[in-house]
């Protein structure tokens, strides 16, 4: 293992990439990371594991580990000359006021603001014209602001209850907390220990919620694999809560999910046994002994019911549709032989709201939105004209709104609320942002490139005006490729920190994402997972052949699904970038399925166990088992957060130990370990605002910056 690194810097941004570099030294000492003897085998195949011990997030030498860790990187963080100089930056830039879109429910608006650098935005109430007030502070919840809303506000049929939930240090584990919504008072004991859980009221008396039993060892790594689903009357203690459906050893679901219908008539529930497909049943809530009826015994579709006008119920489905479409059918004679197309598939995906008594059709069109507008038999009302090319989300709220909202962002434009009057079709200004930015001075530009096997591949570059393609631009390519998610065009104020120092902020639209449907999901997944791989490489290519960047200016980043696409990418093509910032990822391919809820990945990846092939194709990219000894890989800062109990930070801390104990060359490979963190949500704008200086401090100064490229910027804004 080498123990001293010294780091060569190149010379400023202006200089020729082949012009001999000006030394500069940052020492590190990498802590002494034990190798133990641990060995599996899967079909005969013998497979090494010397940094099991790591896995092991409660044990004193973890611990130590992860201190030493930090104690390097911040070292080497604290050194580099303008990472204080971004943070000020981001600070400035952030300090604006945020307001989301108003809710109704009964007397009074609600919405959440944010005055610019509080940790958590607080909810507002308003009545009438009267002067708002704030009904709910998250902030007071901590010091740190380390314990967030996990959920929004969920009110009874009245309107006078409401429910929400807490995490605390970034954990999926939840608390739910029922509060008087006239005096803010909470009015029952918290209940506990609920994970991937919504909150469903049954009228004013109680709500159904979803939770595993409390795993016997460590609460952040063991596994939970059996979901169930619970109805919590009000006025009860949590161990009287009633179990609806989950628990059978012979049935296992990882996630269950339970939804009322609006009017109060129907619950349905939706069982799954991983992140894609689910069952769907019902129970008719008017007839109090009512048996839960299946309408889908089977996992193979993505189906819901989105909308019920009395026995009527609409349902969005990918049932021969991969594009999706939605069919009606009544509560009566529910099956899928009886379902009537009501929306049809079309050639572009398809996501549903509903409010005001209309459906808005979202579809994707290369990623970006194109929105419809029905009415209730289906009718074609019109095409919803959007502020330009990019994101539009909202048209949702309750039948009797007579006004709704909708956000249109994109990569250069900030987030901005829009009011939208359904009768008419008009759109108006409800709030433009505060922020000291001007869009103008950006372009943002959509490109089609080829992957290794022909596919075309969409990806869109946002940079500063008048940037010179000369292969000189420090630039960062984002992907995901995975969970038939789909990456849409939207503002960030990172984004605009990294491109304010002629930064170019490129998104590829991968493989294994949900831009294209079904068929493209599933070419990005199990044995065609190196598909999604292929795809970032190619868009890596095309930006160096096009004299965007080249390999000496070009960083990869993704996380969760995407910690594994650099972490793949890195170790497959450790020439073709500079820099590696995989976060939160999934890097141990053979035992990803052994943690909390990770073998419900299984539907993307599948598992070790499935078969020979399957075990031989995961370890052929698995990124803790590809890193080579006497290889030079990129400079790496892998981030995690210690309260991660999705990815657990055990991925992270094995591959760190990998490439530190293998890595050649001068690049320094660091792992930055966030405390009282977890996969991202709920993050405190304080913690973000800092762990973005580390990035991009990290990913200029290996870039080969002493100073930033544009300090002027930060003269023009000093306080």
Not at 353 to 378: H, I, N, P, R
Not at 516 to 539: L, R
Request: proline content about 4%.
């Amino acid at each position: 293992m080498k123990h001293i690194l010294k780091i060569s810097c190149l010379a400023l941004f202006f200089f020729s990439c082949e012009k001999e570099p000006e030394k500069t030294e940052i020492k590190v000492t990498y802590p002494e990371t034990q190798q133990k003897e641990e060995v599996d085998t899967y079909f005969g195949t013998e497979v090494k594991d010397p940094y099991r011990w790591l896995e092991d997030d409660r044990s004193p030498e973890t611990e130590a580990w992860v201190k030493e860790q930090n104690k390097t990187t911040f070292g080497y963080l604290d050194s580099i000359p303008f990472r204080d100089a971004l943070k000020k930056r981001y600070t400035q830039l952030v300090n604006y006021e945020r307001i989301s879109a108003p809710v109704k429910r009964g007397e009074y608006t609600y919405f959440y603001k944010n005055d610019g650098l509080q940790n958590q935005s607080v909810i507002y109430r308003q009545k009438g014209d009267s002067e708002p007030e704030v009904f709910l502070d998250p902030n007071k919840f901590a010091e740190d602001g380390t314990i967030s809303l996990g959920s929004g506000l969920n009110f009874s049929d009245n309107k006078e209850i409401v429910a929400y939930s807490i995490s605390e240090g970034g954990s999926d584990w939840r608390k739910i907390i029922i509060m008087d919504v006239a005096s803010k008072e909470v009015i029952e004991d918290t209940l506990v220990d609920i994970k991937f859980s919504g909150i469903s009221w049954k009228g004013n008396e109680g709500f159904y919620y979803s939770s595993y039993d409390k795993p016997k060892g460590s609460e952040l790594s063991a596994k939970t694999d059996q979901h169930k689903l619970y109805y919590h009357k009000l006025g009860t203690s949590q161990k009287e809560d009633k179990l609806v459906y989950g628990g059978t050893p012979e049935e296992k679901h990882r996630y269950i999910g339970g939804s009322v219908t609006e009017d109060g008539n129907y619950l349905f529930i939706y069982p799954r046994v991983s992140t894609s497909g689910n069952k769907m049943l019902m129970k008719d809530l008017s007839k109090p002994d009512s048996e839960i009826v299946t309408i889908l015994d089977h996992t193979d579709t993505d189906s819901y019911i989105i909308e019920n006008v009395g026995s009527k119920l609409y349902i969005m489905t990918n049932m021969n549709a991969p594009n999706q479409k939605i069919v009606t059918v009544d509560a009566s004679n529910p099956a899928p032989e009886n379902w009537q197309d009501f929306i049809p598939e079309t050639e572009n995906v398809l996501s549903i709201s509903t409010g005001s008594g209309y459906f808005f059709a979202e579809y994707m069109v290369d990623a970006v939105s194109k929105v419809l507008q029905y009415d209730y038999e289906g009718k074609l009302v019109r095409e919803i004209k959007l502020p330009g090319v990019g994101s539009a989300g909202g048209f949702n709220g309750e039948k009797e709104d007579e006004v709704l909202y909708y956000s249109f962002s994109n990569y250069k434009t900030p987030s901005t609320t829009y009011t939208y009057n359904p009768t008419d079709g008009t759109s108006n200004v409800y709030r433009k942002p505060g922020i000291d930015f001007d869009p103008d001075q950006y372009e943002s530009k959509q490109v089609f490139y080829k992957s290794k096997d022909g596919t075309k591949i969409p990806m869109i570059i946002t940079h500063k005006k008048g940037v010179k393609m000369n292969g000189e631009n420090p630039t960062i390519l984002y992907g995901y490729g995975g969970f038939n998610i789909s990456l849409t065009p939207s503002f960030s104020v990172a984004n605009v920190v990294w491109m304010e120092q002629g930064g170019i902020y490129a998104v590829a639209n991968l493989r294994g994402g949900g831009e294209y449907g079904k068929e493209w999901h599933k070419a990005g997944t199990q044995m065609q997972k190196q598909n999604v791989f292929d795809d970032f490489i190619a868009a890596a290519e095309y930006l160096i052949d096009e004299k965007y960047t080249s390999s000496n200016f070009l960083a990869i980043r993704g996380g969760s699904n995407g910690g594994l696409l650099v972490g793949a990418t890195m170790t497959q093509r450790p020439d073709l970038i500079k820099v590696a910032l995989p976060a939160v990822g999934v890097l141990d391919m053979l035992r990803y399925h052994t943690f909390t809820a990770g073998a419900g990945w299984a539907y993307d990846y599948g598992t070790a166990n499935d078969s020979k092939e399957m075990f031989e194709y995961l370890k052929g990219y698995s990124p803790v088992h590809n890193v080579k000894e006497g290889v030079e890989y990129p400079a790496t800062l892998i981030t995690t957060g210690d309260h991660d109990d999705r990815v657990v930070p055990a991925h992270s801390f094995k591959f760190a130990a990998e490439l530190q104990a293998k890595q050649a060359g001068n690049n320094p490979t660091l792992i930055r370990i966030e405390t009282d963190a977890g996969h991202g949500a709920g993050t405190p704008i304080s913690k973000t605002i800092e762990q973005y200086a580390d990035i991009y401090g990290f990913t200029l100064y290996n870039m080969g910056f002493k100073e930033l490229p544009n300090k002027a910027i930060l003269e023009k804004f000093k306080d």
